[in-house]
T-cell receptor, first 114, second 113 residues
Framework: NAGVTQTPKFQVLKTGQSMTLQCAQDMNHNSMYWYRQDPGMGLRLIYYSASEGTTDKGEVPNGYNVSRLNKREFSLRLESAAPSQTSVYFC?????????????FGPGTRLTVL | AQSVAQPEDQVNVAEGNPLTVKCTYSVSGNPYLFWYVQYPNRGLQFLLKYITGDNLVKGSYGFEAEFNKSQTSFHLKKPSALVSDSALYFCAVRDVGYSTLTFGKGTMLLVSP
């Protein structure tokens, strides 16, 4: 039982390049989330998926797109990377959106955009 | 709107002493409150939550938190700190009618031997 896995662990991009961050969970959770963590800013929600087939914007969605590929997988795409997107990205999942459900986090992807 | 504040960037405490990490929140309805911990180069781990009921909530690793509605606070506490408790702690809130959590900026806890 791996929980939430993310690939890659580290990535360096040049401005304008694109990439996709992958996330998968094996807990049969319905809801999945993408956050970014920046020093002094805490965690900010980029996008989330309440259930398979749905996605919604979070607090900071600009410059990102997501795909809920199936119940297990939720990917985050940067179409044209910018230095402001240098951050640590975390994927999380929960049984559902209900407040009772705590979120389980992956180990993170550290992204640097030059 | 929902928001949460962690007024201290860092808390320093000696091993064996009690610790408190502060959190205050702002919501329009009844809050759901959470504490998470992040160890270096790891994702966040759930510690405890307040949904309803007893104002004193007990969680993992000996941590507890007290919900105080009049002071809109949800401070994290532990009677006796361990060096291994050193980590980044996040408070999070969810208001009724909201689908997602809002996290605080985090408080670094440093426990010295």
């Amino acid at each position: 039982n791996a929980g939430v896995t993310q690939t890659p662990k580290f990535q360096v991009l040049k401005t304008g390049q694109s990439m996709t961050l992958q996330c998968a969970q094996d807990m049969n959770h319905n809801s999945m989330y993408w956050y970014r963590q920046d020093p002094g800013m805490g965690l900010r929600l980029i996008y989330y998926s309440a259930s398979e087939g749905t996605t919604d914007k979070g607090e900071v969605p600009n410059g990102y797109n997501v795909s809920r590929l199936n119940k297990r997988e939720f990917s985050l795409r940067l179409e044209s990377a910018a230095p402001s997107q240098t951050s640590v990205y975390f994927c999380a999942s929960s049984e559902g959106l209900a407040a009772l459900n705590e979120q389980f986090f992956g180990p993170g992807t550290r992204l640097t955009v030059l | 709107a929902q928001s949460v504040a962690q007024p201290e960037d860092q808390v320093n405490v000696a091993e064996g002493n009690p610790l408190t990490v502060k959190c205050t929140y702002s919501v329009s309805g009844n809050p759901y409150l959470f504490w998470y911990v992040q160890y270096p180069n790891r994702g966040l781990q759930f510690l405890l939550k307040y949904i309803t009921g007893d104002n004193l909530v007990k969680g993992s690793y000996g941590f507890e938190a007290e919900f105080n509605k009049s002071q809109t606070s949800f401070h994290l506490k532990k009677p006796s700190a361990l060096v291994s408790d050193s980590a980044l702690y996040f408070c999070a809130v969810r208001d009724v009618g909201y689908s997602t959590l809002t996290f605080g900026k985090g408080t670094m806890l440093l426990v010295s031997p």
